[in-house]
């Protein structure tokens, strides 16, 4: 009896938080889905091909500044969630350890604004994005997600992003206005972090303590494999938006930004999924073979879905300029099955599995594969080789992904 009532509280809190993560995750692209028209036409294509050129740069710093807190934070917690001491203990190192990555991100990434002219030249722009990516590694949601409360930081990000938004349509004006859009981005995710610490003190009595240098270094340690299999990415994700920026321009980058912006709405349904789920699989090893099978159909259906309204889309977002962009899109479309191939045997099932040095070698040799291709292949075919690069990686990191799962990890479900 204990055991069937135990089991419909997971359901119905596997229910609340996918519901809540849809919301919190569903806002973070639907919001620049919102904006994504008004600022192509205040800024322009080439402006809004600037802000993203900046952001692509800063998020190199994002994943050094987030070290897989939001896989490896969330597994510790979801297995001690019965442990107030061990849960605040947990809450003190991470954030302790994000605060000193953030420093030593903060020494590397200025000073290179400082002496690259191009970048200085747009110094404010930079700016706000750095404390854009740093609130964002502040804001504790692997703690609410391993303590399955999402509906809690989904209160707080809602209010945050429709503040946001009412910003970016009452300032941004004009095409002078660009640095405003990082700016208030920033304003709205520190925000969400200033209130998620007090909130977390209050509602669960989580102090935050000091930690041991030696507590640090474990943190680092242990989360080592998660890290590099999320860092690796950058160099054929942002990349691919970085180099078409240095060889082909701010236009290109906005143009491959607007197509890539509607690619990762239809791919967020996965990773809303699949964070939705962590959790539940890291206690209930049984289900992980249905949830797969979930996950590709869901793939499947989307991918198809995306390239066959992909001009019934931009009409809608870009007007006139839409026919470009929605042929990007269905080159780009492909690449869906292959994110949620990723989520699946990658995040759900060999990190599940224990097998997290496998994650981080299909992630680091992909990713330097995928970013000595785009040196070749962007400066040449410019915007086809950024969808080369960045699509090709995805499809080539869930097969290999799939290949490892079967052969190592898919008999121990």
């Known amino acids: 009896m204990a055991d069937i009532s135990r089991k419909n509280n997971d359901r119905r809190r596997l229910l609340d938080n996918l519901v809540s993560l849809a919301i919190v995750r569903g806002l973070d692209y639907l919001v620049p889905l919102i904006t994504l028209p008004y600022l192509v036409r205040v800024l322009g294509i080439e402006g809004f091909g600037l802000v993203n050129y900046a952001l692509s740069f800063a998020l190199y710093f994002s994943a050094v500044m987030q070290y897989g807190f939001t896989i490896t934070a969330v597994r510790k917690i979801a297995q001690n969630r019965d442990n107030p001491e061990e849960i605040a203990v947990i809450y003190s190192e991470t954030i302790t350890a994000t605060m000193l990555l953030i420093v030593a991100s903060a020494l590397v990434y200025f000073p290179i604004v400082l002496f690259v002219s191009d970048f200085y030249q747009h110094f404010w722009l930079y700016v706000f994005s750095f404390i854009f990516i740093f609130a964002q590694a502040l804001f504790p949601l692997w703690f609410f997600r391993g303590m399955e409360r999402m509906r809690q930081s989904a209160i707080i990000s809602i209010t945050s992003k429709l503040l946001m938004l009412s910003g970016m349509f009452i300032l941004i004006k ?42 640090i270094k474990d943190v680092y340690r242990e989360g080592w494999d998660i890290f590099i299999s999320q860092l690796a990415p950058n160099l054929y994700n942002n990349s691919a938006f970085f180099l078409l920026g240095v060889f082909a321009g701010p236009t290109a980058v906005g143009f491959f930004s607007a197509a890539s912006k509607v690619i990762d709405v239809f791919n967020s349904a996965g990773m809303i999924v699949s964070n939705a789920f962590f959790p539940y699989l890291a206690r209930n090893r049984n289900v992980i073979p249905k949830f797969h099978k979930l996950m590709l159909l869901m793939g499947l259906l989307l991918m198809i879905l995306c390239f066959i309204f992909s001009d019934f889309i931009t009409t809608i977002l870009f007007a006139d300029k839409g026919t470009g962009i929605a042929y990007y899109i269905k080159l780009m479309s492909c690449g869906i099955l292959a994110y949620f191939m990723t989520l699946s045997f990658h995040h759900n099932g060999l990190v599940l599995a224990g097998k997290d040095g496998y994650v981080r070698l299909i992630s680091v040799w992909v990713s330097v594969l995928f970013f000595l291709i785009g040196l070749g292949i962007v400066p040449v075919f410019g915007i086809y080789g950024a969808m080369i690069m960045l699509v090709g990686a995805r499809i080539m990191m869930a097969v290999w992904g799939l290949f490892l799962y079967k052969k190592y990890a898919a008999d121990t479900f």
């Open 174 to 215: 004009d095409e002078s206005d660009y640095y405003l859009v990082p700016a208030l981005n920033a304003a709205a995710m520190a925000g969400c972090a200033i209130f998620s610490a007090f909130w977390i003190s209050s509602q669960y009595k989580v102090s935050y303590k000091i930690p041991s240098l030696k507590k």
